[in-house]
Every structure is written in structure tokens, then in C-alpha cells.
């Protein structure tokens, strides 16, 4: 078992609020003798809360070495009979009979960054009873202005004093690449505007495209765009990483930087529109700012670092 694994998932238990708003879903949605997909379960937190609302049966479904973890520590807690552990992905997986219920964690940092669109949407087709239940149910992006050292810092990393000067023009690459940052409620220069709120219930487009605009609200330095999710675990229970809230599970933030700092005032105007193609995993970000006539654009496929054999396709 890698160390990284297991620091990764010992990490998703330490978020605060995430399990007591994950076992309030649960209880809300999971009735006594429901069969439980939990997809993508890692070790198996969420199928575990299922089981002890009353599921009478749970597959729990990864293609990590995560999977040991959750087969182990279920058999131990007395549940072995009840569970079914599937080392794959779950677009590789076929299951026997359709489930009341599908579960997933796949919320990421920016929502959907992390698979949660594209997974439910083939647990729902593949594996759930027509009048089914997912765990969650809908997500809401917003984004704001960003202000901030430590994303100045990370974006910039490749053009720090102490690289080499041959190595500084990767910088091109970081500034086209998502980030992760834990970001302060002073970091923001804008109130955020919500992008948009999908509906993981439903079928939805494999391309996405929101416009917003933002006020700038001071005086400021304009680093890049700060991401996150609202989501809906049941109706009524929301799960957030929003720096603006004192129930923030505290898993980080996404930010997409812009290649050169720019200064901005209170009351500047800023349009920005986000693309996202969620199962390839590419992100594109505009941002215009009417006062100066600057407008700057970038995309993680200009982010990608491909080898000849891989340009040659």
C-alpha cells in the first residue's frame, strides 16, 4: 500500500462537516433493505454510513489499492456479508442487478473536476433502478477575482530566482494549468457569481460553457480565477469548499491563473467565461477587463506537455 494513498484518503475522512453531511444524505435518502453502489468508494466511508442506515447490501466499486482498505476494514466491522468489493473502474464494471441507490464522492475542487459528471452519469444509465436515488444530486460552480500570494507564488513557480534561466519559459505551461489552493475569504477581489447549477440526475452535455461578471470591489492585483462547488447531497444538505463559508469541508479550491498580474479597481468590470469539456478534463478561461482593453485567454491544453509520438496522433 502506497504511502500516497494512504495520506490521500486518511485526508478525505479529517474534512471537517463532509461525513456528518454525507450520513444526514444517507439518512434521508437510504432505506432500510436498499441495495448501495458506491462508486468510486475508496475505502468505503459513505457505502459504511449506508449500511449502518439499514442497506441491506452494498457493491462497493474502485480500481485503486484503496480497495483493500475498504474490504478489510468493513469484514472487520461485521459487514463482509452485506458487501460485494469490485477492484475496477466502474465504466469497466457490470453488475447483475440495479441498485436503489448510487453514491460518489468524485466532487473534486471545482466540482466536476474530478470525474463526478461523467461517472454518475454511467452509474445512472448502467446501474440504477428507474425510480433511484444519487448521492449527490445537483452542483452549483462559482468563481471570483483572485488576489493572493500563494497563487502569485505557484503560478510563477518555474520564474523563481532560484530556477535556472533555461527552465523559466515552462512557466507558459503552469500558467495554463489548473491549481489547487486553499483560498482566504481577503483573497477575493469580487463578490463570486454562481457559473451555473447542474442537475447530476439527468443527462447532461459533454461541453459546458458559463459567462458571468464580475465587479471588482478594491483596489488590487489581479493574479487569476478562484473556483468552487456548492453541492446538493439531499435535498436540502449542501457540501461546499467555499472560502466564504464557515461550513467549508476544506478541501481546496481551483485556481486558473492568468500569465501576468493586473491591476484593478473598485468597481472595474470583469468578464470571464469558463469551457470545460469534463471527462477529458480540459478547462478554458477568458477574462476581459473593459478598462484597460485587456483580455487575456488561456486553456490546460495549452497546459500539456506531449512527446513527439504523442503529437505524431
Known amino acids: 500500500m502506497s504511502i500516497s494513498i494512504l495520506d490521500e484518503h486518511v485526508g478525505y475522512l479529517a474534512l471537517p462537516h463532509r461525513l456528518d453531511l454525507y450520513r444526514a444524505a444517507v439518512a434521508k435518502l437510504v432505506g432500510r433493505g436498499d441495495h448501495v453502489i458506491d462508486v468510486g468508494c475508496g475505502t468505503a466511508v459513505l457505502g459504511l454510513l449506508c449500511l449502518e442506515a439499514g442497506a441491506s447490501r452494498v457493491d462497493a466499486i474502485d480500481s485503486t489499492a484503496a480497495i483493500e482498505l475498504a474490504r478489510q476494514s468493513l469484514t472487520q466491522a461485521g459487514h463482509a456479508q452485506k458487501c460485494n468489493f469490485i477492484r ?20 473534486g475542487h471545482f466540482g466536476f473536476d474530478y470525474g463526478l459528471i461523467e461517472v ?25 477575482a ?20 533555461e527552465f ?19 483573497e477575493l477581489l469580487a463578490d463570486p457569481a454562481e457559473l451555473c447549477c447542474i442537475d447530476l440526475r439527468i443527462d447532461n452535455p459533454e461541453f459546458f460553457s458559463w459567462s458571468v461578471t464580475l465587479t471588482v470591489d478594491r483596489d488590487g492585483v489581479l493574479h487569476g480565477l478562484g473556483g468552487w462547488f456548492e453541492c446538493e447531497l439531499a435535498d436540502g444538505i449542501w457540501m461546499t469548499n467555499s472560502p466564504l463559508s464557515d461550513r ?34 480540459m478547462i478554458a478561461w477568458t477574462l476581459n477587463h473593459p478598462a484597460t482593453g485587456k483580455r487575456v485567454r488561456h486553456s490546460t491544453w495549452q497546459g500539456e506537455v506531449f512527446d ?3 503529437l505524431a496522433f
Not at 149 to 157: E, F, H, I
Not at 169 to 185: A, T
Open 88 to 107: 475496477a473502474s466502474s465504466f469497466q464494471t457490470t453488475l447483475a442487478e440495479r441498485a436503489d441507490v448510487i453514491i460518489c464522492d468524485h466532487v
Open 120 to 144: 454518475l452519469a454511467d452509474a445512472r444509465q448502467r446501474f440504477l433502478k428507474p425510480a433511484g436515488q444519487i448521492i449527490p444530486g445537483r452542483l452549483k460552480l462559482f468563481v471570483s
Open 146 to 165: 483572485v488576489e493572493s500570494r500563494d497563487a502569485r507564488d505557484k503560478a510563477n513557480a518555474w520564474r523563481n530566482p532560484g530556477i535556472p534561466g
Open 168 to 186: 523559466h519559459w515552462i512557466h507558459e505551461y503552469s500558467v495554463n494549468s489548473k491549481h489547487v489552493l486553499n483560498l482566504r475569504r481577503e
Open 248 to 281: 467549508s469541508i476544506g478541501r481546496g479550491n481551483a485556481f486558473l491563473p492568468i500569465a501576468e498580474p493586473l491591476p484593478v479597481r473598485a468597481r472595474d468590470r470583469l468578464d470571464v467565461t469558463i469551457m470545460a469539456r469534463p471527462a477529458s478534463g
Open 308 to 310: 513527439p509520438v504523442q
